[in-house]
């Protein structure tokens, strides 16, 4: 291979404006053009012209209730949380649960149910709503279920 054969590696390097009218690149208006909003400055990505921006136009496109989330669905509790903040032969209420996991009035009147999951050590009375084996798991460790 001879080194006139070698390709061209030379890279030309980055313009430099607004470095004054000797650096021959830019001198005056340092290619902005003559007059006008983008000579001046940077306009940023969300600017609109003037006009309302989105981000404070969305309240009152979608109303005030907007980032609420609905949960109209009970809420789940496993039997590793009953173990650990009950103790053996205590009634477990949605009262109790929503003491115990400190959940919101919002929150705890959708209720509560019971899944089988985790272990199940104590006997409890369970009155809020539970699966079919979570059922069988509570009468197996001695418990009582009513819903």
Known sequence: ?????????????????GRGRGSG???HTVGRGQKGQKTRGIIPLWFEGGQLPLVRRTPFIKGK???QVINDQPTAVNFDLLSKHFDDKA?????SLAKVLKVSEKVAKY???????????????????????????ILASGGSHSA
């Open 1 to 17: 291979m001879l080194l006139s054969n070698l390709p061209k590696v030379i890279k030309t390097p980055k313009k430099r404006l």
């Open 25 to 27: 690149v830019g001198g």
């Open 65 to 67: 209730h907007r980032f």
């Open 91 to 95: 009634v477990v209420d949605s009262a």
């Open 111 to 137: 209720g509560f149910k019971v899944i089988a999951t985790g272990k199940l050590t104590k006997a409890l009375e369970v009155k809020v709503a539970a699966s079919a084996g979570a059922i069988k798991a």
